[in-house]
């Protein structure tokens, strides 16, 4: 199980070093390289739209472009120190988030699932918050690409080891830039992850991949059922 808040001792980190890298708008996986997918699985609208796991809140003026009224919950008080001047904040844990039921009409969930350790239950709590035909936006590392299991130091040919199976928590990962050695990740299998979505009672509403020539991201729109 990952650690409380285990962002807070990277914030900084992650702020400067790997929001910030040069290559951070190109590189397949890294939030900053997400702005498209995000857009075309959210679309335009108006209202609150709730970003779960809102980090450091690098995803608010995107959000904002589209017409919506970006807010974010977090369970680390570093990530929002950087995020509070970028948007309305609350520190909580995504499984018991301080948001009336049926209030908002969107939320997303930007590579963090793997950070949650139960995301099922995370899945639960953005249905219950959601009003009735409200949009969810999930964009995640792929379950089927990337984790402990996949060496990925050859982007032309990435190598799956045994794993995938493996629900556990993690430090291995194939390089030392990124999060997964820093903090740790999960992993669910990708038949899992689905089911989560509909025992949570989202309709599942269409899918995307992102990253070449291997996915990295895998993304998917779903819905609350009027």
């Known amino acids: ?12 980190w992650y702020e400067r070093d790997f929001l910030g890298a040069g290559d ?3 590189s397949d996986g890294n939030p ?7 857009a075309g699985l959210l679309g335009g609208g108006n209202g609150v ?23 974010g919950v977090d369970l680390s008080a570093g990530m929002l120190g950087h995020a509070r001047g970028r948007l309305p904040v609350a520190q909580a844990d995504a499984v018991r988030m301080p948001v009336l039921g049926g209030a908002v009409p ?13 995301y099922p239950a995370v899945l639960g ?12 936006v999930h964009i995640g590392v792929h379950p089927c690409f990337c984790g402990g299991f996949a060496d990925r130091s050859d982007p032309g040919a990435v190598v799956i080891g045994p794993g995938y199976l493996d629900g556990r928590w993690t430090t291995e990962s194939w390089t030392g830039h990124g999060l997964r050695d820093k903090v740790g990740a999960g992993h669910l299998p990708l038949p899992r992850l689905f089911q989560a979505f509909l025992d949570a009672g989202l ?3 269409g899918f995307t991949e992102h990253g070449a020539p291997t996915p990295v991201v895998l993304g998917v729109r779903a819905r609350k059922p009027l």
């Open 125 to 136: 709590e953005v249905a219950r918050v959601l009003r009735p035909g409200g949009v969810f």
């Open 1 to 12: 199980m990952a650690p409380k808040a285990a962002y807070d001792r990277i914030a900084d």
């Open 24 to 26: 951070a708008e190109t």
């Open 106 to 118: 969107a939320a997303v969930a930007v590579m963090v699932h793997t950070d949650m350790p139960d």
């Open 49 to 71: 739209c709730l970003e779960v796991g809102c980090g450091t809140g690098v995803h608010a003026d995107r959000v904002r472009g589209l017409g919506w009224t970006p807010v």
């Open 203 to 205: 309709v599942l509403e």
């Open 32 to 38: 900053r390289a997400l702005g498209g997918l995000l």
